[in-house]
């Protein structure tokens, strides 16, 4: 079955000999399986340390008990070994159970990895929340790579997971942007820049606010445009949905540049426009909502959040009051069970605030409803790709030096391959990406070429270039056709058994990256893979290999090692070309 794994195998059988055993009930919740160092085994659990505690017996005799009800339960002969090592039972995986497994891969192919989990469950992951007229940061860089990422695993694991960019599209800033393309000659500056028509809009912006400064009248009639825009002035309407349409086609660039998934709703702030009055009457039944110095604001000091100000007291709505509405609409309209911002850390403040309004306005029925999926700054060197603060990038300058330097790697390392434009691309991507996705995201980092772009080490181009190795070795096997046979009987050397071994964690690995949101840890199991693998094909001839059944064996195990490789980078939101 797709998914099934030996831990969650063995995850029954423990709660099977509990329950024989009528321990069931003295844990409060079930046994916790971890990976331990190698030496020990291939699974873990304390249990029988914490039972030993409650019944007051010694450790070493639960365990015993709890080993031998586990070993007579193993009917399918997944374990090898089961052992007791002071309170801990350990665990060893069957060579049989590894083998069955390699078939597998090989069997689902791009599916292995794949679980339906998630099934009836429906997520909305929202990142990528660009603004209308204002070119992205690295924070919505960041935002996409790791939205992407997180939209397939879930994707992968069943749930109907459903992307929303809620791009911002609505504001004050919108007065200012209409009050400039009137007066400071907005129609030409953008029809010059066809091509990039935020960074027109951008600079409209820019000298709008200059001149607002030095004169408070025109900050006033920057004002009257917005009040002008809500009310519904036909003229103003236009031009906002103008900037917006320019805008989102500048988005769909982005998107198509950066080579992640199609988005399935563009739902901007302004959609919630007409669903803010619907929040604040909810929150008014609630007696939650107070007037303080003409503001309306929802008073968290209880809750240490401090005060939410929902409607100013010139009237204008707030980004959080629109992010109310949000949660209200994903909750009640669009029926989700679960939604996931991915947005920077800087922000964490705004949905605490927002999250706990959900919760007392009863639109949020659990904790684990919304998820504010934090990561903190990268910081990318400056020049043509980041302003001098690092805050604004150009994302076609940012990926365009990076597919420049990876076709200088390419000429060095094979200057024979076909289409080196195309692959270079795949590779400068796949630097971006995974040096991103390979730091757990609530760190700080900062981007460097030479260790994104690098062909050895935790790098998207080195595991690129560990599956076109393989995938070399298999164009020169041309009789690789065989099944493989009594492999159960051959016996294998340490390096087979460890790359055996790591091929049987991907979907664990998978499955806990679908639950804590950190694609990391794909990461770091993808390149232990590969290394696994290197180690094997330095030791251990493959092409050479005289024994028909050993030469075959081999064979399908790298071309396991090759299909993880893809699987893996395909949930990280990478290619996998097979030749570079
Ligand atoms: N557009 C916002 C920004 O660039 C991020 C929006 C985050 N999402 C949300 N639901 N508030 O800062």
Not at 96 to 108: F, I, S
Not at 194 to 221: F, G, H, P, T, W
Not at 347 to 365: C, M, P, R
Not at 422 to 430: M, N, Q, S
Request: a negative charge.
């Amino acid at each position: 079955m797709l998914g099934e794994t030996s831990k969650i195998y063995l995850e029954h059988l423990m709660a099977q000999a509990l329950s024989q055993l009528k321990l069931t009930s003295q844990l409060d919740h079930s046994p916790d399986i971890s990976v331990p160092e190698s030496r020990f085994g291939d699974y873990a659990t304390n249990a029988a340390m914490i039972l030993a505690k409650k019944l007051k017996l010694p450790p070493p005799q639960v365990a015993e008990k709890i080993a031998e009800a586990v070993r007579q339960l193993d009917a399918e002969g997944v374990l090898a070994e089961v052992s007791v090592a002071g309170g801990f039972l350990n665990f060893r995986l069957s060579q049989e159970a590894l083998v069955k497994n390699l078939n597998k891969v090989l069997d689902q192919g791009d599916l292995y990895g794949c679980s339906m989990f998630g099934q009836g469950k429906h997520v909305v992951v929202e990142y990528f929340q660009n603004n209308v007229a204002k070119p992205p940061h690295v924070g919505h860089l960041r935002s996409a790579v790791i939205g992407d990422s997180l939209l397939r695993i879930l994707r992968s694991q069943g749930y109907k997971a459903v992307s929303d960019t809620h791009i911002g599209d609505w504001g004050t800033q919108f007065g200012i942007l209409i009050w400039a393309y009137k007066n400071l000659n907005g129609e030409k500056i953008v029809a010059k820049h066809s091509s990039d028509y935020i960074a027109a809009l951008n600079q409209l912006y820019v000298e709008a606010n200059v001149k607002i400064e030095a004169d408070e009248k025109l900050r006033e009639a920057a004002k009257q445009e917005f009040a002008k825009l809500e009310k519904g002035d036909a003229a103003n309407r236009e031009l906002w949905q103008k900037f917006v349409r320019l805008s989102l086609e500048d988005f769909e660039h982005y998107r198509q540049w950066l080579d992640v998934l199609p988005f399935d709703h563009n739902l901007g702030e302004s959609f919630y426009e007409d669903k803010m009055p619907a929040v604040l009457d909810d929150l008014k039944k609630k007696n939650l909502l107070t007037e303080s110095q003409g503001a309306q604001i929802v008073d968290l000091q209880g809750q240490k959040l401090g005060v939410a100000v929902l409607v100013k007291s010139d009237g204008a709505t707030t980004y959080l009051l629109r992010d109310l509405a949000t949660v209200k609409y994903r909750v009640g309209d669009m029926g989700i069970s679960r939604a996931l911002y991915v947005v920077d850390n800087r922000q964490s403040h705004h949905f605490e605030q927002v999250f706990e309004i959900s919760k007392l306005a009863g639109y949020v029925t659990d904790q684990q409803m919304v998820e504010h999926v934090d990561f903190g700054f990268m910081s990318l060197p400056e020049g043509a790709i980041s302003t001098r603060k690092g805050t604004t990038i150009s994302l076609h300058n940012l990926i365009s030096e990076a597919q420049k330097r990876a076709v200088n790697i390419i000429n060095d390392k094979n200057p024979e391959l076909d289409n080196k434009e195309a692959v270079a691309k795949l590779v400068a991507l796949a630097a971006i990406k995974y040096f991103d996705l390979s730091h757990n995201r609530k760190t700080e980092i900062v981007f460097a070429w030479d260790k994104a772009l690098s062909f050895e080490g935790n790098t998207g181009p080195y595991l690129q270039y560990t599956h076109a190795r393989i995938h070399g070795i298999l164009r020169k096997a041309t009789d690789n056709k065989q099944q493989i046979t009594g492999a159960n009987a051959l016996s294998f050397t340490p390096n087979e058994l460890s790359v055996l071994r790591k091929l049987n964690q991907y979907s664990e690995v998978v499955q806990q990256v679908a639950q804590d949101f950190l694609p990391n840890q794909l990461c770091n199991y993808l390149f232990e893979l590969s290394q696994a693998f290197n180690t094997f094909y330095e030791a251990v001839p493959v092409l050479q290999e005289k024994d028909e059944q050993f030469r075959a064996f081999r064979l399908h195990l790298i071309t396991a090692v090759a299909q993880v490789i893809k699987n893996g980078l395909y949930l990280l939101g990478i290619e996998a070309p097979e030749e570079m």
